[in-house]
Structures are given as C-alpha cells and as structure tokens.
C-alpha cells in the first residue's frame, strides 16, 4: 500500500510503499476512506510521543470501510462504513471495564503506539469493542474528524467540563478542536467565548456560535477581559491549543468554583500553572483525553438531528502526496479549520 512515513523524528515525511497491514484475529483492515491532520500528528513527528517507534506512518482520525475482518469479530463485516477512536481499548482492563475506554491501561493508538492512518489501508484490533458505524449519510471526511478532534471536544464540554445550558465556556485556541468545542458548547445552550491571535479563526467561530471574540494580540490582560465579557469569569474554560500560555489565561479567566478543562498536548516541561488562584478560587482542573466509545451515540444523536456539524470545519480535502506539506505547514498555525486527506 501507499503511505506517508518517516524514519526519523523531524526528519521528511516519505510517500512510499509499504506492506499492507497484518489482520488481527479480533480486528478489522479498514480502507482509509478520510484521514484527518491534526496537531497530535505534528506532535509525534517532532519525538513528542515515546510510544512511537521507527520508521512510523502517522493519522489518526480515520473513518473508512471495512476491508478484512479477524475471525474473531461478530459485530461487523466487510462492507461497514465506521469510524474509530484514537484510543482504542482493550476490552478487558478495568478502566475499559467501567466504561471509561479512552483511558485504556494497554491502550492501541493509529498513529501513535502503532503505524496509522496515513494511508490506504489501517489495522485496528479490538473491532467489536471500539468501531462505530457511521450514519448513512454522513461523508468520509467529516466522519474522520469524529475520531479525534469533534469526539475530543464533545468529552471536554460535556462530560469532563459538565457544561451546563447558560453558563459561561472559554474556548482558548480556535484550532479544529477548540472550534469543535465552540460548536457543541453553542450548540447546547452556552455561552461561548473564544480567543485566539488570528482573525480569520474568531470569525469562524463567531459564525459557529460564540457569542464574543477576543484577540490575543490586542490586549495585555486577556484573562481580565474575559471575566469583564462574562461578568465575572467564565464556569468551564478549555485550553484547545496547550502551551503555558494558555492554560495560565484559562485558569485566570475563571470565576470561582470554576473549571479549567486541559484538552491540548502540553509539551513545554515543567508548565507553571496559577496554582494560587487554584486555591483562593477554589477551581478544579481536569485533563480530557478522547471519547468513550460508549458515548459515540449521544454525539452522533446531535449530529443526525442537525444541531451540529462536523463538516463546517472540513476547509479543505488534501491528497496523500500533500501530507507532507500540509502537516509542516501546520507549525505556522496559518490554517482555519481542519484538512483532511481524501485521495490516496
């Protein structure tokens, strides 16, 4: 098969020939119908990742149709169009066990502790327990943003964030996730804040909900005017991008008793945190990883009854041969939305 792959941290990204995937016994082969590009790829190219191991095919939001089954799968067939989610389960551990799969003690990850989605073809083991069949008329390409970004975005709100309608939600970084978070929190009856340093990114998310904008670069204290627009600091605060600078904003933008929800990668080691604040306000802070694969229902109920619509940050479909470009391209925060690959 073709794929796009790297023999070594920072080094290029190669179109070549690869062996197809082995079929697990309790897996699927999926035929990668949409590959989402998302920062968590650029992260582990850079070596941010110890699970991965060289040379690796990265791609981990993937949706597509089942080539192969293992003979040890009842739940589907070949033919079925589903999605997956990036941290796949176990089945047997005692957090998949409780329900609570994206924190998987012996997790498998496309394009992290395994090669990935980058490609025409993607083995993912565990079938019945982590494939989700896709609506039959939603397309490839916003299904695969399901599998990381919009799936991540629901749990931070909803589930780690436990927004409630009317409240007040922070989004700090308007990238494909926080913009996903913007939709789902606006979408369910809050009221959204988004900031971010570009223009074109705050209007998107102004036209996906967000009651207020604010632009990183104009102001001294985006925290104090945070809690100027939302009358005191908002309940539920993401940081979608993760760097020490937004989670700081995110925590001093908070009222009391509010909740700070980690969502992007920090890779800036040690990060200082306002931990005074932490206490005299009494805030929590939560991290969130993925989506339970038990909760991919709820999400796509408010997908299908139209309340939202994860094809709204598709801005544009890239080929397999313009990976390269495109994931490099990422390090400039230039792009608004998401791309995804569609040709292979």
Same mark, same amino acid.
């Given at each position: 098969m073709r794929a796009a792959i790297y023999?070594?941290?920072?080094?290029?990204?190669?179109?070549?020939?690869?062996?197809?995937?082995?079929?697990?016994?309790?897996?699927?082969?999926?035929? *990668?119908?949409?590959?989402?590009?998302?920062?968590?790829?650029?992260?582990?190219?850079?070596?941010?990742?110890?699970?991965?191991?060289?040379?690796?095919?990265?791609?981990?939001?993937?949706?597509?149709?089942?080539?192969?089954?293992?003979?040890?799968?009842?739940?589907?067939?070949?033919?079925?169009?589903?999605?997956?989610?990036?941290?796949?389960?176990?089945?047997?551990?005692?957090?998949?066990?409780?329900?609570?799969?994206?924190?998987?003690?012996?997790?498998?990850?496309?394009?992290?502790?395994?090669?990935?989605?980058?490609?025409?073809?993607? =083995?993912?083991?565990?079938?019945?327990?982590?494939?989700?069949?896709?609506?039959?008329?939603?397309?490839?390409?916003?299904? =695969?943003?399901?599998?990381?970004?919009?799936?991540?975005?629901?749990?931070?709100?909803?589930?780690?964030?436990?927004?409630?309608?009317?409240?007040?939600?922070?989004?700090?970084?308007?990238g494909g996730l926080g913009l996903s978070?913007?939709?789902?929190?606006?979408?369910?009856?809050?009221?959204?804040?988004?900031?971010?340093?570009?223009?074109?990114?705050?209007?998107?998310?102004?036209?996906?909900?967000?009651?207020?904008?604010?632009?990183?670069?104009?102001?001294?204290?985006?925290?104090?005017?945070?809690?100027?627009?939302?009358?005191?600091?908002?309940?539920?605060?993401?940081?979608?991008?993760?760097?020490?600078?937004?989670?700081?904003?995110?925590?001093?933008?908070?009222?009391?008793?509010?909740?700070?929800?980690?969502?992007?990668?920090?890779?800036?080691?040690?990060?200082?945190?306002?931990?005074?604040?932490?206490?005299?306000?009494?805030?929590?802070?939560?991290?969130?990883?993925?989506?339970?694969?038990?909760?991919?229902?709820?999400?796509?109920?408010?997908?299908?009854?139209?309340?939202?619509?994860?094809?709204?940050? *598709?801005?544009?479909?890239?080929?397999?041969?313009?990976?390269?470009?495109?994931?490099?391209?990422?390090?400039?925060?230039?792009?608004?939305?998401?791309?995804?690959?569609?040709?292979?």
């Amino acid at each position: 098969m073709r794929a796009a792959i790297y023999h070594r941290f920072g080094g290029p990204i190669l179109i070549e020939e690869v062996p197809d995937p082995t079929l697990p016994s309790d897996g699927v082969v999926i035929r *990668v119908g949409a590959s989402g590009l998302c920062r968590s790829d650029l992260h582990g190219w850079d070596g941010h990742d110890p699970s991965i191991r060289l040379p690796h095919v990265p791609g981990h939001e993937l949706a597509g149709t089942i080539e192969a089954i293992g003979p040890e799968v009842v739940g589907f067939g070949t033919g079925d169009r589903v999605t997956v989610p990036f941290a796949v389960g176990c089945g047997v551990c005692d957090r998949c066990r409780s329900g609570n799969q994206q924190i998987c003690d012996d997790d498998f990850q496309p394009g992290f502790t395994a090669w990935g989605s980058f490609a025409e073809l993607v =083995a993912i083991p565990h079938a019945d327990q982590n494939l989700v069949r896709l609506p039959p008329a939603m397309g490839f390409a916003p299904a =695969a943003v399901l599998g990381c970004r919009f799936a991540t975005a629901y749990r931070a709100v909803v589930k780690q964030g436990r927004a409630q309608a009317g409240q007040w939600v922070a989004v700090h970084g308007c990238g494909g996730l926080g913009l996903s978070a913007v939709m789902i929190a606006a979408a369910l009856g809050m009221r959204v804040v988004a900031i971010d340093i570009r223009d074109a990114a705050l209007r998107q998310a102004q036209d996906l909900g967000a009651v207020a904008a604010i632009d990183a670069t104009s102001t001294g204290d985006i925290p104090g005017l945070g809690r100027e627009i939302t009358g005191g600091g908002a309940s539920i605060s993401l940081d979608s991008l993760g760097s020490a600078t937004t989670a700081s904003n995110s925590i001093l933008g908070l009222c009391k008793h509010g909740r700070h929800v980690q969502v992007g990668l920090l890779t800036e080691a040690p990060t200082p945190l306002p931990m005074d604040v932490v206490v005299s306000r009494e805030l929590e802070i939560v991290g969130s990883h993925g989506l339970a694969v038990g909760d991919y229902p709820e999400l796509l109920s408010l997908i299908e009854t139209g309340r939202v619509d994860p094809g709204l940050l *598709v801005q544009r479909e890239v080929s397999l041969d313009e990976v390269p470009e495109a994931l490099g391209a990422m390090r400039g925060f230039s792009g608004i939305g998401v791309a995804v690959v569609t040709r292979f």
